[in-house]
């Protein structure tokens, strides 16, 4: 029995070619967030453009995500636990 490979949606995200640090940085910043609602998903270059594998399947649908983490200031809280430590 042979059963196919499962089909993940790949939606591009022009503008974050990874030739900088910045936008790197940026890219594994959308990742984070988006892996809230998908924990499976994951980020590829091709041809110097960012996609993002195995999460929504519209472009939209990664918008609505990252608009409401940013709407309801879902934000990870920055600790400094090493401050009590020097």
Do not use: C
Request: glycine residues 8%; charged residues 25%; aromatic residues 8%.
């Amino acid at each position: 029995m042979r059963t196919s490979p499962r089909k993940l949606p790949v939606v591009p995200l022009p503008g974050l070619r990874p030739d900088s640090l910045g936008n790197y940085l940026a890219s594994l910043g959308i990742l984070r967030l988006l892996a809230r609602k998908w924990p499976e998903v994951r980020i590829a270059w091709k041809d110097g453009e960012l996609n993002v594998v195995g999460g929504s399947d519209s472009l939209d649908g990664l918008i609505e995500q990252l608009f409401e983490v940013a709407t309801n200031k879902h934000w990870n809280k920055y600790e400094r636990s090493w401050v009590e430590q020097q």
